[in-house]
């Protein structure tokens, strides 16, 4: 689990989009799941984006649809055309109900997504991205809607499935001591530069402070 960590207006969420060709790559090259982003076609991209699970801070969930339904949504690309119109098979259920129960919700399957919490909302999210069987797992600022003590159960979560399925979780953080409790490794972002890299165990507060130095002159937008 890798934590992006940096004020805002560092650029973490430009560097989040660019890994999935949403955002432009003006030099140099973006390398993805052995995808070389710089130069895929629309085509190219659509299966890149396939295989990567991607978790947001406003969860991007359906609210009047069940949290099943929402998590079966993560199936749609490989579905085909008779279960994009609704008909999900049964072992696409059984699968969307073990990631539920995974994350500690399974008791809310039938539930409407708009009435659970910020925090099982966001476990929602997180069980619709591993229904498309990642590569690799982006989460971008994923607990800057939560209180800490969601967003600590909520980036444990994360490390869980980095460390036990072995998929890699990119996670943008605006927190330190979130980043520091809940990563493996720490690269840090500063003006559109890339200031820190390395082992969370091989860095402290002091080394990441310089990452804030100036943040009250930051952009609201994070570019």
Same mark, same amino acid.
């Given at each position: ?48 984006? +396939? ?11 359906? $609210? ?16 085909? $055309? ?114 820190? +890299? ?26």
């Amino acid at each position: 689990m890798v934590a992006l960590l940096g004020a805002s207006g560092s650029g973490k969420s430009t560097l989040m989009r660019s890994l999935t060709g949403f955002a432009p790559i003006s030099a140099g090259t973006v390398r993805v799941a052995g995808h070389d982003v710089t130069n895929l076609g629309r085509g190219e991209l659509r299966t890149l984006r +396939s295989g990567v699970g991607q978790v947001f801070q406003q969860f991007n969930l359906i $609210p009047r649809l069940s949290v099943m339904t929402n998590v079966l949504t993560g199936a749609l690309h490989g579905a085909g $055309p008779i279960n994009l119109a609704g008909g999900f098979t049964g072992a696409h259920r059984r699968r969307a109900l073990e990631l539920l129960d995974r994350v500690g919700i399974a008791h809310k399957a039938s539930a409407p997504a708009r009435s659970l919490s910020g925090g099982q909302q966001q476990r929602v999210a997180i069980a619709r991205a591993l229904m498309q069987q990642p590569t690799v797992i982006l989460a971008d600022e994923p607990v800057a809607s939560l209180d800490p003590r969601l967003a600590g159960s909520v980036l444990d979560l994360l490390r869980e499935i980095a460390t036990q399925d072995g998929i890699p979780v990119l996670v943008s953080l605006h927190v330190l001591p979130l980043a520091l409790a809940h990563s493996d490794r720490i690269v840090g972002l500063r003006h559109g530069e890339m200031l820190v +890299s390395g082992a969370t165990s091989g860095l402290d507060a002091a080394a990441l402070e310089a990452l804030y130095d100036d943040e009250e002159h930051g952009d609201d937008d994070d570019h």
